[in-house]
């Protein structure tokens, strides 16, 4: 039996109903009017949440087309540039980054190098412009442009 | 009975909001026009702008109820002169609209979308302002029974309306709620789903939650389309956007009747434009193509899904400023961002937040003349935008995304779940969910729980006060009917949709 994409995903819904039905019974409840309680709304939805994936493991649709080789590598990659944009935000401070990640993006996008790196440069000083003198919203400059600029 | 709609353009003719719906007109248009960027990523995508500026509740409303709408008249442009539509709402619009560019007449269609927009839009929202209070009577007499069956009913509506996969919609409502769980429980301050990150305690927000669900995950799809065809449509040339009398008569009882059809189905809760254009389009091809004529480039097949997708983005306001009910995905947004402003939506608010409500009408009208007056002539300015490079426009979307969750929360931990929510969102849109029953469920799930709960504690848990008024036996069985008449009604809906698969 060739396993479809949406079989593969009901059991992965299986699992998560079994984990939230596991959670929600753990909860520990103090005394309460509620007759209700906590427990019961998590328990009906792990529930409902099974017996859907049950339709749709008996039914399930057409596959699509799923990402791989070249394309899943740029996917995994752009979600990395992301995920380093935003642990150097702060530190780094938001024009550089934003600078860079959008030279990486551009690049991604099939942008030529000259391009990618102008539209990144223009992109990031006019955003920090518009947001800042524009919108007054303060935007991260960075740990250390802080000590040039001689400010404590 | 109608002093709400006076105070409400006391609200909307203010500087301040008259100048926002203008700002929302003009950006809902730009970004509806984007090509790919349907309305409601749109919608997620600005949603931050309105915190950004520290607006009050009905300003911060009528400039997102701007964006919701403009993004409708701008989503055509890229249907119409690319075969590209924007969402699910705009593909019957690529059906004529599309050859009628090819034709040449690509001014005179963009032209004949907005005025049918425009009458559509109309109709739909004096349909609004004569329904609504009406509605807003009858939601007095909901008690937490009644308001549990009616989100029932909700969900119901949507997985038969939804089209192609009820499981999967329903699937993806739960989903949705589920996430809504998370936090601490406001019934017991029992912490739920918190896995120990401090960060969790009060549940996962609604902003972080809307921008990773669309436009991180959106930023994913762009690099797979661009991955996989690189070169776009061949854009076709406008030419002058007019559109004549004769044109617009001809088209007069297919826009009258689309409206209609569009600001009804815009009322029930749950469904929204893709359904209203793809039931106007059928309705009119049946009653007026005597030729065989439509998907050829036929106006009145352009003019009937413009009209009904207008009427029902103004429609599905009804449930939404009634009820506390979004008729769509999109007004499930603007409902989300209403909570963030401590405004519990639900059969109270028509009378407790009037300025609210009527300035958000009010500005309804207002709106729609600006966009009527924007879009005639400066469509070919807007088609324009269709021509951004993704490799200009996808860094944009990722800067907008990180300084709208950055500046509301100052916290990395905000970004990263972001990001985490982003990957969610687009491997369910891989697998072929909507993100819109993901959305309502995620909004109306704590109001959910909330209300049964406060049933049960009213009938010390006697789960038989659910199903003890006349109106919640209506209502569960409303429920009932929608899911069941459609499955023994397969055939009819199959006659709906063979036009969107052909495309």
């Known amino acids: 039996m060739k396993l479809a994409a949406d079989r593969i995903l009901s059991l992965l819904l299986l699992g998560l109903a079994a984990f939230v039905a596991v959670q929600a019974w753990q909860l520990q409840v103090p005394f309460s009017y509620d007759p209700v309680g906590p427990k019961a709304f998590p328990l009906l939805l792990s529930g409902l949440l099974a017996v859907l994936a049950i339709v749709l493991f008996i039914r399930p649709g057409a596959s699509g087309q799923w990402p791989t080789g070249a394309l899943l590598l740029r996917l995994v990659f752009t979600m990395v540039v992301l995920g380093v944009y935003a642990a150097l935000f702060i530190n780094l401070g938001y024009l550089v980054t934003t600078a860079l990640v959008s030279i990486v993006i551009a690049w991604l996008f099939g942008a030529v190098p000259v391009k990618a790196v102008v539209g990144g440069l223009l992109l990031a000083v006019g955003s920090y412009l518009l947001f800042t003198y524009g919108l007054g919203i303060s935007l991260p400059t960075g740990s250390w442009i802080e000590p040039l600029l001689g400010s404590n | ?503």
């Open chain 2, 1 to 503: 009975m109608f002093d709400f709609l006076i105070q409400g353009f006391g609200v909307a003719l203010t500087p301040l909001n008259l100048g926002l719906a203008f700002l929302g007109a003009l950006l809902g248009t730009l970004f509806g026009a984007l090509p790919g960027i349907g309305p409601i990523n749109g919608i997620a995508i600005l949603m931050p702008l309105a915190y950004t500026l520290g607006l009050p509740a009905e300003s911060a409303l009528i400039l997102l109820a701007g964006i919701y709408t403009g993004s409708e008249y701008g989503g055509r442009m890229s249907s119409i002169l690319l075969n590209v539509p924007g969402d699910a709402g705009a593909v019957m619009t690529t059906l004529d609209g599309h050859p009628l560019a090819k034709k040449g007449l690509a001014g005179p269609a963009l032209g004949l979308s907005a005025v049918s927009s425009f009458i559509g839009a109309t109709v739909a929202i004096i349909g609004l302002t004569l329904f609504a209070p009406l509605l807003a009577i009858i939601a007095v007499k909901f008690g937490p029974a009644e308001f549990f069956a009616l989100m029932i009913f909700a969900f119901a509506s949507m997985s038969a309306m939804m089209g192609k996969d009820p499981i999967k919609t329903l699937i993806g409502a739960v989903l949705g709620v589920l996430i809504s769980t998370v936090g601490v429980d406001s019934g017991t301050g029992v912490l739920r789903f918190t896995f120990d990150m401090p960060e969790l305690y009060d549940g996962i927000d609604f902003v972080v939650m809307i921008i990773g669900l669309f436009a991180v995950s959106e930023i994913l799809l762009m690099l797979e389309h661009a991955f996989r065809h690189d070169q776009e449509g061949e854009m076709a040339p406008i030419g002058r956007v007019m559109v004549k009398m004769s044109e617009v008569l001809y088209c007069k009882w297919a826009i009258l009747r689309s409206s209609v059809i569009g600001f009804v189905i815009g009322v029930l809760p749950g469904t929204g434009a893709s359904v209203a254009s793809a039931v106007a389009y059928t309705t009119e091809k049946r009653i007026s193509d005597h030729d065989n004529s439509f998907g050829t480039g036929n106006m009145r097949g352009l003019a009937a899904p413009e009209a009904a997708n207008n009427a029902s983005a103004a429609g599905s306001f009804v449930p939404m400023l009634t009820l506390g009910i979004p008729g769509s995905g999109t007004t499930a947004i603007l409902l989300g961002a209403l909570m963030l402003y401590n405004i519990n939506p639900g059969p109270m608010m028509f009378r407790e937040q009037p300025v609210v409500v009527g300035g958000l009408i009010a500005s309804l009208y207002i709106g729609n003349v600006m966009l009527l007056l924007l879009n005639l002539p400066l469509a070919g300015v807007f088609a324009r935008v269709l021509q951004v490079p993704r490799w200009l426009l996808v860094p944009s979307v990722a800067i907008l995304a990180f300084v709208g969750v950055y500046q509301l929360h100052s916290d990395l931990m905000a970004i990263y779940l972001m990001l985490i929510i982003g990957v969610f969102g687009y491997l369910l849109r891989k697998f072929g969910f909507s993100l819109a029953p993901v959305v309502l469920g995620f909004v109306l799930g704590g109001l959910m729980e909330e209300n049964l709960r406060r049933a049960l504690s009213i009938s010390g848990g006697d789960t038989g006060i659910l199903f003890q008024s006349n109106l919640s036996i209506g209502l569960w069985i409303a429920a009932a009917l929608v899911v069941l008449v459609p499955m023994f009604a397969g055939k009819l809906k199959a006659k709906f949709l063979p036009a969107a698969k052909a495309s």
